[in-house]
């Protein structure tokens, strides 16, 4: 009888980690599934920019409806650092050699607005070898399992867990005009 309270503790112990051990592994794999399929989207979107030198509107489109098709909602931020070659042509330096070429960003409100406002079926931006891309998606939505590890984070004092994705790449061929 004086075992009985420590008997009934460990029953509750044991069947706390024979329910929840299970859901947090089911969580977090949902979580590894999540990010592949974020990583995987994210490459060949990239990927397609890079081989075709343009981005278009239903390309972006359907990056983000796949991105949102994992359950999570994501934040995409897109960079484009246009080669500027003209500023090579114009610059010398003080030992008369020609400058460095010099690139300028556009950002995503940027781009999205472009391809919102370009005319006609095929909406999109048109880029040229040398134009340097970058994607990066991140999870603005809280899973389970993010939850869970972001409360341990917290305690030691760890960064939080999100699942993020980059991609980027230098433009191989010009865009069709």
Do not use: C, W
């Amino acid at each position: 009888m004086e075992e009985t309270p420590s008997e009934i503790i460990g029953i509750f112990v044991g069947v706390a980690l024979m329910f929840l051990v299970p859901f947090f592994l089911l969580a977090d794999r949902n979580d590894d599934i999540s990010q592949l399929v974020v990583s995987n989207e994210t490459a060949a979107f990239v990927d397609n920019i890079i081989k075709t030198g343009t981005i278009t509107a239903e390309d972006y489109s359907n990056y983000q409806q796949s991105l949102n098709k994992s359950g999570n909602v994501y934040e995409i931020e897109l960079e484009v650092k246009i080669l500027d070659k003209n500023y090579a042509q114009t610059y010398t330096n003080t030992n008369g050699q020609l400058g460095q070429n010099k690139y300028y960003s556009i950002y995503t409100s940027q781009i999205e607005e472009q391809l919102s406002n370009s005319k006609g079926i095929d909406r999109k931006i048109n880029l040229k070898e040398g134009d340097i891309i970058s994607v990066v998606a991140k999870n603005n939505s809280l899973t389970l399992s993010q939850a869970i590890r972001n409360v341990y984070y917290t305690i030691v004092g760890d960064d939080l867990h999100i699942i993020v994705a980059t991609g980027s790449g230098i433009v191989a061929i010009n865009g069709a005009t």
